[in-house]
C-alpha cells in the first residue's frame, strides 16, 4: 500500500510540473488548426474572386460595390452550409483568454475603450447588425478597431480578413466581399 501511495504521490508531482509547460503546446496547437482553417477560406475566397470579372484600373464606387457584392455572393453559393465556429472554433478558448488579458483591470482600460470606439452596437445609428455567417457586414455600419497590443497577440490574417468586434463578440471579417466569415460570441467585456 505504501509503495502505490508514493507511486500515486510521484504521478500526480509530475503532473502538477508539467502541466503549465503542456498549455503553450495546446495553444499552438490550436493557433495552428486556426490558421489551416484560414488559410482553406483565403484559397476558397481567391478562387472564387479569380473567376470574376477584375475591376478596371480607375473603377468607380459603383463598379467597386457590384465587384464586392458579386464576390460575396460567390462565396456564399461555395461555402452554402457555413455555420459559425467552422473557423473560429479551434482557437476559442485562445482567443478568450488572450482577450480577457488584454481587457482585465486598470492596464485594459484603454483596449476596452478602443473596443467601444466605432463598435455598431455601440452606435444607434448603426442599427441592427445581426450575426450571421455569411452575412453581410452593413455598408452604413461603423466598423470596430482592434487595440494594437492585442492584435499582436492574436494570430496574423492574411489581407482579405481582419479581426472587428460587433458588441461583445469577435468577427473574422472578409473585408474584400464584406462578410462575416465567423464568430465568437460574448468575447469581449
Known sequence: MKGRDSLWRSVCIVLL???PSCAPASDEEAVKQFSLRVEEYVKLHRDVESKLP?????????QITAHQQALAQAIRVARPRAKQG????AAEDYFRRTIAAEV????????RETIKEGNPQNE???GLLILAVNAA???KAPVSTVPPKMLLRLPPLPDELNYRFVGR???????????IVDFILNVAP
Open 104 to 111: 482585465k483591470g486598470k492596464e485594459g482600460e484603454a483596449a
Open 54 to 62: 477584375a475591376l478596371p484600373e480607375k473603377a468607380s464606387p459603383e
Open 86 to 89: 467552422e473557423i473560429c472554433s
Open 17 to 19: 510540473l508539467s502541466g
Open 124 to 126: 444607434p445609428a448603426a
Open 137 to 139: 457586414y452593413p455598408p
Open 169 to 179: 463578440h469577435l468577427i473574422l471579417h472578409d473585408t474584400h466581399a464584406d462578410l
